[in-house]
């Protein structure tokens, strides 16, 4: 008996081991995720799917499953099955909810449950025939006369949606038995919903002229109402009708959200769209597969790249290999889309007729629905390399080929990094970001904003932030880094010199990183204050840990210089950005009805605004979510 015993007891031993490192290696993962939306899948040991979830943020929706209270059973249960976890970066919510149900009905996960039924997407239904069309709710089998619009991602964004389009354009949505029956006018009317039809206190053409505006701006057209609007807005203003004004600005508000675009379920397009992401250490490429408007999920691949290799190199080699080599059983879609052009495309065109019976679209320029998914699939090959970079084995090996190249004698515990950056000595500031054994230490990440110096003396500037950050540490504190790289040469090496040489430092080992020829990656030199500069191979983990560390350094330090030039202008985000004018500023306010809705929305929305590009909408997202 006590031989059994003690084989439950080593049994049980191994279990705890193995569910402490099942935990440990998700939380590594979820350090990984985006503040971005999507969705997230939980898989078991054997890959299978336990649960799909919708995020506005997914790292901070996921790690709320490994949270140290869980209330839920259910929720125990499912984390007690976890052994990875796949995500899907959408561009908004919206898209997120729209692909957790597609994917909820074709894998039926276990731990699924409220969106398991076949409910069709809610429509909005307008009637034809009648003297006096409807306008209404419709879920389910379309055999009424009308037209449908939609679908909407849920009942809530339908019925938000009728009641906008009661104040706007007052078409009936009462039942056809209601409306027969009428002797006065309703409530409806007396509120200003309705212009009370069924007691002919309206025109047959003003009604009809109504339901026409209706239509157009179900249908997206909605220029004309948009410019009544701001016409509407701008008047009340004016006249000093604040609170009018304030309503149209939230009517406007309204209409952006009913017309967002739904790129996860669009009416057509079948394809598979290809990200690839490549940092020092590692390539990814993303597939994301549509089919008849349906964005079904994505996947991604890590292969080996030797060197620094082009984008358009890495596809024409991985392409055909997807599809002619491990492709067997593969469904081809109508269009290949890519993110650059190939040099071999029509080669491999042709290569897929013939291995499929069919022809296919290699696309690399697309616009509009296309143009999201690939950004979609962009994003998501970025977000897949970062977890595989940041994943603690890999890190781990960074560390110790670091070590070695260094030739210190214990293991790095801690490493910090400084960077600086202006605009033409313009709100200038440093950047201290700091990474451990684990990888980025976010919450001892620090920014110091530069002053009393020559304005663009970066050698000034870097004395200055380094005086700051360690003169209050002493000598032994726990909180010095084991090594201290300096984004620049020797100049910058030589301030960071003084400063430990004044404050009596010594047991930290300084290097700077120095940009190559063309400040190509793989072609930087490190300095050193007692040892002849350094050239690492293009392939060694040590100069990927020192690109990568640099590399969040001038990341940091931008996106901090950016927030602080914007406030010294006391303007709003959109001033400095280059292209954007007064009159393009005052078009996007008027478009979307004020700064928050401009915040909120996609590059694609953006560029819907008259006298704004793709290419400058683009660059207005790009620097108005860069912080």
Not at 139 to 158: D, I, L, M, N
Not at 370 to 391: C, G, I, P
Request: positive net charge; proline residues 4%.
């Amino acid at each position: 008996m006590s031989d059994v015993t003690a084989s439950l007891t080593d049994l049980s031993a191994r279990d705890a081991t193995h569910d402490a490192q099942r935990l440990a290696n998700l939380r590594d993962t979820i350090k990984t995720l985006p503040n971005d939306p999507g969705i997230y899948r939980m898989l078991d040991a054997s890959g299978a799917v336990l649960y799909v979830g919708k995020a506005k943020v997914l790292k901070n929706r996921v790690n709320s499953y490994v949270a140290k209270q869980v209330d839920s059973p259910k929720t125990r249960a499912l984390v007690a099955r976890i052994a990875a976890i796949e995500v899907t970066i959408t561009a908004s919510e919206t898209e997120a909810l729209l692909l957790e149900q597609t994917l909820i009905k074709s894998l039926k996960p276990p731990f699924n449950i409220l969106l398991r039924d076949d409910k069709s997407y809610p429509s909005v239904l307008l009637t034809e025939g009648d003297d006096w069309p409807r306008l209404s709710f419709h879920r389910g089998t379309k055999r009424k006369k009308g037209r449908y619009f939609g679908p909407f991602p849920s009942s809530v964004a339908v019925r938000d949606s009728l009641n906008l389009l009661q104040k706007l354009f007052q078409v009936r949505q009462c039942e056809d038995s209601f409306f027969r029956n009428r002797a006065r006018p309703c409530l409806q009317h007396q509120i200003g919903r309705c212009r009370a039809p069924c007691v002919g206190l309206v025109s047959d053409e003003d009604y009809r002229r109504d339901v026409m505006n209706t239509r157009l701006f179900l249908e997206g057209r909605n220029a004309e109402v948009t410019d009544n609007l701001i016409a509407r807005m701008e008047m009340a203003a004016e006249t000093l009708d604040f609170e009018a004004a304030a309503r149209y600005r939230d009517q406007l508000s309204a209409l952006r959200r009913v017309q967002e675009q739904q790129f996860v379920l669009s009416d057509v397009g079948s394809a598979d769209v290809f990200g690839v992401a490549a940092q020092p250490g590692g390539v990814c490429v993303s597939v994301l597969q549509v089919r008849e408007g349906r964005v079904l999920g994505s996947k991604s691949w890590h292969p080996s790249v030797f060197g620094e290799t082009a984008v358009a190199d890495i596809l024409s080699e991985f392409l055909p290999s997807y599809y002619l080599q491990i492709g067997g059983g593969r469904v081809l879609p109508r269009e290949i889309i890519v993110p650059v052009d190939l040099a071999d495309d029509v080669v491999l065109a042709d290569a897929l007729r013939q291995q499929f019976g069919r022809e296919i679209d290699i696309k690399s320029r697309v616009r509009e629905t296309r143009a999201a998914w690939l950004t979609m699939a962009q994003r998501n090959a970025e977000s897949a390399l970062t977890a595989k970079l940041s994943h603690r084995g890999h890190t781990a090996a960074r560390f110790a080929e670091l070590q070695r190249v260094l030739a210190l004698a214990k293991p790095i515990a801690r490493m910090e990094c400084f960077d600086i950056s202006h605009t033409m000595g313009e709100a200038t500031v440093a950047s201290c970001v700091v990474f451990d054994a684990e990888g980025p230490r976010v919450k001892d990440y620090r920014r110091f904003n530069i002053d009393g110096i020559t304005p663009g003396d970066d050698y000034a500037a870097m004395h200055q932030a380094l005086m700051r950050r360690y003169s209050k540490l002493g000598a032994a504190d726990e909180r010095l880094p084991d090594v201290l790289f300096i984004d620049g040469g020797k100049g910058q090496l030589r301030q960071a010199i003084e400063v430990f040489e004044t404050l009596g430092i010594t047991s930290v080992q300084l290097v700077s990183i120095a940009k190559g020829e063309g400040r190509k990656p793989g072609l930087e030199t490190l300095h050193f204050p007692d040892r002849e500069p350094l050239n690492l191979d293009a392939q060694s983990l040590a100069l990927h840990l020192t690109q990568h560390i640099r590399d969040e350094a001038h990341r940091f330090a931008i996106t901090g210089h950016r927030a602080r030039r914007a406030k010294a202008r006391k303007t709003s985000s959109l001033e400095g950005i280059d292209g954007v004018g007064p009159a393009r500023r005052r078009a996007l306010i008027q478009h979307f009805g004020g700064l928050p809705e401009v915040l909120r929305a996609s590059a694609h929305d953006l560029a819907r605004v008259s006298g704004i590009s793709e290419s400058l909408a683009q660059t207005i997202y790009a620097a108005l979510h860069s912080h």
